[in-house]
DNA sequence: AATGTCTTGATTGTTGACAATACAGACAAT
DNA sequence: ATTGTCTGTATTGTCAACAATCAAGACATT
């Protein structure tokens, strides 16, 4: 049965995307971040590459791209599948993120600039105006990135935004598509993100860490709730 | 002029390494991590293809996962050059180690067993003999990456762990490789590492991963100096 | 019936050739 | 002299065919 890939043109285009083999990726990518393939579900190349219109070549390059952020399992010899997302690999991708993304908070109330603080603001206000006009909950997943990547790019750090930006980010989506069931917490996180903003313009380092590894320890708990209350 | 890397089984056996993209790849990354190949140099790919002793295909497969470690650098069209390790760079390592490791060190006061613990008293107790009877400096190096990554794997955090091990780890072990004019704080690091085990076997989390915290910040600082020495 | 071996089909690993792109040097124009 | 364009060469991107490996089912043996 086929899918709705056609070819790799149907992938969203992403400014750096020049190659046939970056472009694969991020079609192949976002078809299993949003669950088009199935977690667990394995990657057959020749099958793959007739779907994305390319040959094997760039294809094989696209999947240990996707090894290598996490989102592909491989073994030599057998090939390639989906990651099958448990419990416990998202309580661990939790606990990386309050580490990395706590030290980035810290970093960003010591490097960001006032005008990046001031456009911080900003993106504030927008998420608190659709949250009183949608009645909550809509759009709150998008922002919440958004926030979240701002002090990330601000903390100055290169390595660590590659590595939250470009490795856990899509092991976050991945897993929020297939949680979206999960309310989530939109009027809570916007107190939180109003502190952080506070800790960060008071040029704070220490309190902003500590705030925003509570704001993700808080949404990690709330997910290991979750993911209890469903045990069969 | 023709480097002493003739072909690929020069390489360290790794156990898992079955096919000839993935020896070619623990061969390339161990030319670049002990300098074979310099900083910022070009890799040029039927050059090395030839030199490895393997046709393209495998080299371009290297190559990108070594790209996805950080020890390479890539732009389309191009080609691929050894990182340049920057000032900057090192300290951005230096920072989000400090944030991965101490999360480490915390899940391991929580996570490690028993017996795991004993196995770091060990270790311990070995560098400690080696301190004296070497006069110090010799061998602190492999010690202390042994010591981090026992703790690192005690986590349980298989995420965290393989961010750490698979990833950064290289990127550390060519930054040493590439300083190894800097004298080790070796006798500072051993009464650490003993501080560390306190807190680990007491099961306090917090101490724990402040101590390891202050244990790396305190590395940073006297790395950040020597670089600051040596300025032109 | 259960276990072990063999064979067959499918899938991955590797290769070398060809196409597309970028870089360097020569040359012309201002 | 400097800038811009052109051309040839080198390098990367892509492809399709071939070799090596694995998984599953048939068959024989205990």
Redesign the interface.
Known sequence: MQKHISNVDSAPKENGD??LS?RTTTALREAIVCGTFKAGEKLNEPKLATQFNVSR?PL??AI??LV???LVEYT??VGAKVIPLERA?II??Y??R???E??AAR?AAINMTDDEINELKKLLEIHHQHHENNAGEYMQADGDFDFHYQIIKGSG????T??LCN?LYHLIRMFRFQTSRFKTRSDQALVEHQQLIYAIENRDPGLAEMLMRRHIARAKQSIKAHLLSEET
Chains 1, 2 share one sequence.
């Open positions: 020049k190659t970056e070549g094989r390059e240990r791209r290598s952020m996490g030599p010899n690999r661990e991708l606990e990386v309050e580490a990395l706590g030290m970093l750090n290169e390595l660590l590659q590595q490795e």
